[in-house]
């Protein structure tokens, strides 16, 4: 049996997932001027994956976006959203700033209805449409990297 010092310290960095702490993610998600809010879930900025939880209301804007080097896992935990996929459109100028996508596919994230999340594989582009306040649970390999402007595509 552990001691109950070995217990303090083994359950010091559980981080508690409830209704409680996705309220108060929503409010600063509502109060954000971007409409939304994450939650770290990494134990440090060195770990090498990127864990988090997302608080998203409707009117948030993530501009079309890749992942080069890693697969997206997101999972709806509560709320509806669409994941949008896009698929780029070639060009004279590849990899260049004329870059073009268009809509592809639109893939519901709902957990009422089932539909609990999706696995988006490296380098394709894709974005969200919140159609009501949700939250979802976001994990990417390696550590965060901010966007290179080659990730992000305005349409």
């Not at 079309?64 to 709320?79: K, M, N, S």
Request: proline residues 6%.
């Amino acid at each position: 049996m552990q001691s109950l010092t070995n217990y303090f310290f083994l359950t010091m960095d559980i981080q508690y997932i409830n209704e409680n702490m996705l309220s108060v993610l929503h409010w600063k998600a509502r109060e954000s001027e971007r409409k939304r809010m994450n939650h770290d879930l990494r134990t440090s900025a060195e770990d090498r994956s990127q864990r988090m939880l997302n608080a998203l209301e409707p009117g948030t804007v993530v501009p079309v976006h890749r992942h080069v080097d890693t697969d997206e896992t997101v999972i709806c935990l509560e709320g509806r959203l669409e994941e949008i996929i896009y698929q780029e459109l070639p060009t004279m100028d590849v990899g260049g700033p004329g870059r073009e996508v268009t809509e592809l596919l639109r893939i519901e994230l709902c957990p009422s209805k089932g539909k609990y999340g999706v696995q988006i594989p490296k380098g394709v582009w894709h974005s969200i449409n919140v159609i009501e306040p949700s939250t979802i649970f976001e994990a990417k390999d390696g550590p965060f990297v901010p966007a290179e402007p080659e990730v992000i595509v305005v349409v």
